[in-house]
């Protein structure tokens, strides 16, 4: 089923989310209504709480190198952690929660992260590239924060400005 993907500034996003306890059916309908939702907005990446769900679950689908996303490289990703970080890299980064917007933001180049497949299953493995950048953007969701709030100052606020016209304008 597709989900309603919530957008700045609805306050839910700033929601911390928690930790998935049962790898049961409810999570598998969960993680296949987002991965519906991601592909149906053309993400790459989405968070359950970009859905109202304060749960600690992402998914993430790079395209390959043909520009496809093909399902077998969907990342399906319950209780992650960040374990080490290494390195700088700037990316222009976009999010469904803040459509038409897209800047740059500096992250770590690589990563160490663990974190649980849907079976219950525990993965421990290195991302770099968009993989990286992907997992450390859907992190921020599940902790509540957005990609603008990386932005400097004055881009912030710009941003700010622009959002508040285009809202208005769709009232
Ligand atoms: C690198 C940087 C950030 C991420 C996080 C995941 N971000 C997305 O998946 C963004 C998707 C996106 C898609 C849009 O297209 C449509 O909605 C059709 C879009 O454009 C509009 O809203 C008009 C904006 C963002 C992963 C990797
Ligand atoms: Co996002």
Partial sequence: MIREIITYPDKLL????????R???ELHL?????YETMMEK??????????????NVLIINIPD?????????LVEVINPKIL???GHT????????????????????KIKVSYFDRHGNKILTDYD??????????????????FIEKLSFLKRKKFEKEWKKKLKSKK
């Avoid at 190198?65 to 490289?73: A, H, P, V, W, Y």
């Fill in 65 to 73: 190198k043909d520009d496809k996303q093909l399902k077998e490289n």
């Fill in 30 to 34: 969960l993680l296949d209504d987002m």
């Fill in 84 to 86: 080490e970080m290494q």
């Fill in 129 to 146: 590239e968009l993989m990286a950048i992907a997992f450390q953007h859907e992190c921020d969701h599940l902790k509540g924060e957005l």
């Fill in 23 to 25: 790898f049961d059916e």
């Fill in 90 to 109: 700037v990316y222009k980064e976009g999010c469904l929660s803040v459509p038409e917007y897209y800047e740059d933001v500096q992250r770590a180049q």
């Fill in 42 to 55: 053309n993400g790459i990446g989405l968070a359950a709480i970009q859905i109202a769900v304060p749960l």
């Fill in 14 to 21: 700033k929601k911390p989310s928690k930790d998935i306890t």
